[in-house]
């Protein structure tokens, strides 16, 4: 069984800043690519980065030159710092991650989401 768990989210003022993380933990034998999504009330979940085992990353076009995703592979976590925030912003953020378990089993795991709200 493989399980992201995140922490970070809040509240902010608009034009700050915010970094959430994602741990991924259990019978990992490798991670491929890591992501992040958000979901606002009522809308459906969008992609917002993704970035490979290799460091390679992507983003949507509403978050480029803002947010950065980054990795630590060695401690299987995901980032996303949050700069330039913005009231439509606001939302639930997900991340994501493609696991090949040690089972050998290839396994799409989600986060528990955690709440962002940008105040104007």
């Known amino acids: 069984q493989v399980q992201l768990v995140q922490s970070g989210g809040g509240l902010v003022q608009a034009g700050g800043s915010l970094r959430l993380s994602c741990a991924a933990s259990?019978?990992?034998?490798?991670?491929?690519?890591m992501g992040w999504y958000h979901q606002a009330p009522g809308k459906q979940r969008d992609f917002l980065a993704v970035?490979?085992?290799?460091?390679?990353?992507n983003y949507a076009d509403s978050v480029k030159g803002r947010f950065i995703i980054s990795r630590d592979n060695a401690k299987n976590t995901v980032y996303l710092q949050m700069n330039s925030l913005k009231p439509e912003d606001t939302a639930v953020y997900y991340c994501?991650?493609?696991?090949?378990?040690?089972?050998?089993?290839?396994?799409?795991?989600w986060g528990q989401g955690t709440q962002v709200t940008v105040s104007s």
């Open positions: 994501n991650a493609d696991v090949l378990a040690t089972s050998r089993s290839r396994q799409n795991v």
């Open positions: 259990g019978s990992i034998f490798s991670i491929n690519d």
């Open positions: 970035i490979t085992s290799g460091g390679s990353t």
